[in-house]
């Protein structure tokens, strides 16, 4: 039996998203493994990248309090956006980011539970969205800049990770496959919801436009269809990792899958 727990934290992103379309490990290929899957939702409205140490530290009070002795945690993230908007600095982001890292991976150091689970990141990125016309260059400025600067501080955080655990950890942004050990992968979100004939053009400069069919009427937050595409995205991630053989524990039976709400 593989127990996993998905642990879901951030902004309103990750808040709103609907039950039925978070992402499922109901997959073909993985059928030959048993697996308990226990979902964890502890991501708030309105939240910036400060808030994050906090709501992991409530993830990780939750798991270790939970009578199911979990293989893997594997947090489920998107913030950043928000502090775009309130103007906070990017290096002040980043240094948020850092901690939050720092407590999914080294809970010891910054005084959370102790989980024996195997941690992983999965962290969505900013994404260009409909309100943000071409005449909102700082807020696309903002966006592209904070996109950049997660993709690069997971690169060189993953040589950091696999040096403390001896073990490998890649962002998918350079590589097509999740290795051995503890992953932090970065999911680059910033034109995903943008129409297919503007995805090349600069962000920047306007060019790119969100679709309004993946958002609500708010033109901010995601519908259903957007969901749908950020739960496509995200379950090959979760795949590659629950597939791994080396990472997690194989399986002989083939008793299906068990999905714990």
């Known amino acids: 039996m593989l127990r996993v727990a998905l642990a ?15 992402p499922s490990l109901s997959l073909p290929n993985l059928s030959h493994h048993e697996l ?4 964890f939702q502890n991501a708030v409205g309105g939240s910036t990248m400060k808030n994050l140490p906090t709501q992991i530290r409530g993830i990780q009070e939750s798991i270790s ?8 945690t594997i947090y489920i993230a998107c ?11 990017i290096h002040l982001i980043m240094e948020s980011f850092q901690k939050a890292v720092k407590a999914i991976f080294h809970p010891k ?6 989980c024996h689970s195997q941690p992983h990141l999965i962290f969505l990125g900013p994404k260009v969205e409909p ?3 071409s005449d909102e260059i700082e807020a696309r400025k903002g966006y592209f800049q904070l996109s950049e600067q997660l993709n690069a501080a997971i690169t060189k955080l993953c040589a950091t990770v696999a040096d403390e655990h001896k073990d490998h950890a890649h962002s998918l942004e350079h590589t097509d496959s999740v290795e051995d050990g503890h992953s932090i992968i970065f999911l680059n979100c910033l034109t995903m919801f ?3 004939a503007t995805k090349v053009l600069s962000v920047v400069g306007g060019g790119a436009i969100a679709d309004k069919k993946f958002f609500n009427e708010d033109t901010l ?24 053989e080396e990472c997690m524990q194989s399986l002989d039976n083939s008793h299906g899958l068990n999905i714990v709400l």
Request: net charge negative; aromatic share 8%.
């Open 8 to 22: 879901f934290i951030g902004d309103s992103d990750i808040a709103r998203w609907p039950e039925h379309l978070l």
């Open 109 to 114: 150091e910054s005084s959370t539970p102790d």
């Open 131 to 133: 309100w943000m016309g």
């Open 79 to 89: 913030c950043g956006e928000n502090d775009v908007s309130n103007k906070i600095p």
């Open 36 to 39: 308990t899957v226990t979902i």
């Open 194 to 196: 943008c129409e297919e």
């Open 65 to 72: 309090g939970d009578e199911n002795n979990f293989d893997a």
């Open 221 to 244: 937050h995601l519908s259903d269809e957007g969901y749908m595409l950020w739960k496509e995205e995200v379950e090959i991630i979760l795949a590659k990792l629950i597939c791994n």
